[in-house]
Structures are given as C-alpha cells and as structure tokens.
C-alpha cells in the first residue's frame, strides 16, 4: 500500500514559479519510479514528468527547460520545480506511482496560471 499526497498548488501569475510536492507512505518510496501527471477540464491526462529510482528523467515536450522533478528518498518525497509557468499549465496536478502491479495515485493540487 502506498498513500501520495500533494501539496504547493496554488494561483500564479503567468512566468511565476511554484513548486509541488508528494508525500508517499511506506518503506518503498526508494524503490518506486514516480511521476508527475496533469489534467485540466475536458482534457485527458497527460504524463508531466517522471523520476526512476536512479535518478533517470523523462518529461513532456511541453514542460522540457521549465518544470524539474526531483526527489528526497530520505523524506519519501518527489518534487515538481515549475518555472516559466504559463496559463496552458493550467490543471490538476497528480502524483502516481505503481507497486506490485497496481496503480497509486494522490488526490491532486490544483495549480491555476492567470493574469
């Protein structure tokens, strides 16, 4: 079981910065791949950013140079580092992860980017 946690959305103005977090439970967190995804309204989900236990990164063309994902084992933490924010990054913003086979996703911080 793992639980995820989001936190550090908010309102910015466009070419702000915000920085997200997801706290993950459990004694797996070192173990995990974990990721950033996105939805806005009538959209679908889209993968932001991912992060391998080795540190290996992969990111959506549209956030490359602007948003960094990053991680603190020691905390069970990942991060999402956005900056250039612009109002297309507008969304819900969720952390997953999988273990065992299953899916785990936290419950989203709304990130809003508006003049």
């Known amino acids: 079981q793992v639980q995820l946690v989001e936190s550090g959305g908010g309102l910015v103005q466009p070419g702000g910065s915000l920085r997200l977090s997801c706290a993950a439970s459990?004694?797996?967190?070192?173990?995990?791949?974990m990721g950033w995804y996105r939805q806005a309204p009538g959209k679908q989900r889209e993968l932001v950013a991912t992060m391998t236990t080795r540190g290996n990164t992969d990111y959506a063309d549209s956030v490359k140079g602007r948003f960094t994902i990053s991680r603190d084992n020691a905390k069970n933490t990942v991060y999402l580092q956005m900056n250039s924010l612009k109002p297309e990054d507008t969304a819900s913003y969720l952390c997953?992860?999988?273990?065992?086979?299953?899916?785990?996703w936290g419950q989203g911080t709304q990130v809003t980017v508006s003049s």
């Open positions: 997953h992860t999988s273990l065992f086979t299953r899916d785990y």
């Open positions: 459990g004694s797996y967190f070192s173990l995990l791949k």
